[in-house]
């Protein structure tokens, strides 16, 4: 199993920027791909950024050019700058890590932003 632990969300004015935090823990081992996902209220919940165990980035074409991807600590703990911020990113945020089989996620962390 592999636990996630987010943290970084709160409440910011727009153009303003947060960090998100993600750490994985437990059978850490051969963790392939992380990211981040959000869902607001009465959405899907819809890719963010993507980050490989090899350092290739994914982003959504919303956030690209705002949002920057990074993965340290032998690669189990990943962040997300969030930057440039708009009310359309108000949205719970979960990180997400990969292995074989289903994919695992955090318990979400609220990012709002207000006009």
């Known amino acids: 199993q592999v636990q996630l632990v987010e943290s970084g969300g709160g409440l910011v004015q727009a153009g303003g920027s947060l960090r998100l935090s993600c750490a994985a823990s437990g059978s850490i081992f051969s963790i392939n791909n992380m990211g981040w996902y959000r869902q607001a209220p009465g959405k899907q919940r819809e890719l963010v950024a993507l980050i490989t165990s090899g350092g290739r980035t994914n982003y959504a074409d919303s956030v690209k050019g705002r949002f920057t991807i990074s993965r340290v600590n032998a690669k189990t703990t990943v962040y997300l700058q969030m930057n440039s911020l708009k009310p359309e990113d108000t949205a719970v945020y979960y990180c997400?890590?990969?292995?074989?089989?289903?994919?695992?996620w955090g318990q979400g962390t609220q990012v709002t932003v207000s006009s």
């Open positions: 997400i890590a990969t292995r074989s089989g289903p994919p695992y």
